[in-house]
Nanobody, 118 residues
């Protein structure tokens, strides 16, 4: 099943972007969602998660600046990114999470590029 990420772009430091991730039927299948990012030449790192029941989690590097949320009716998760820093530059991807087979059956999407200039 295909994921669709969008919302990336180029901004100056201090700016904001809102990323979107749509995953068909992830809500009805009680999946959570995780955002990851991978900067050039670096390993993929976890950024934020939202559980099926709405609990949110953040990496220390983004805590207080990023907010994850979801629209159940649209099967879409958002990552609001404020006070962006050059070190936030990366390809951002999302992936459903959870114990059900459906949650684990998604392929990685193409991701969405975020570029933050000084």
């Amino acid at each position: 099943v295909q994921l669709m990420e969008s919302g990336g772009g180029s901004v100056q430091a201090g700016g904001s972007l809102r990323l979107s991730c749509t995953a068909p039927r992830f809500t009805s299948n009680s999946c959570g969602m995780e955002w990851y990012r991978q900067a050039a030449g670096k390993q993929r790192e976890w950024v934020s998660s939202i559980s099926a029941d709405g609990r949110t989690y953040y990496a220390d590097s983004v805590k207080g600046r990023f907010t994850i949320s979801k629209d159940k009716a649209k099967d879409t998760v958002y990552l609001q990114m404020n006070s962006l820093k050059p070190e936030d530059t990366a390809m951002y991807s999302c992936k459903p999470s959870g114990s059900r087979d459906y949650c684990r059956g998604f392929d990685w999407g193409q991701g969405t590029q975020v570029t933050v200039s000084p």
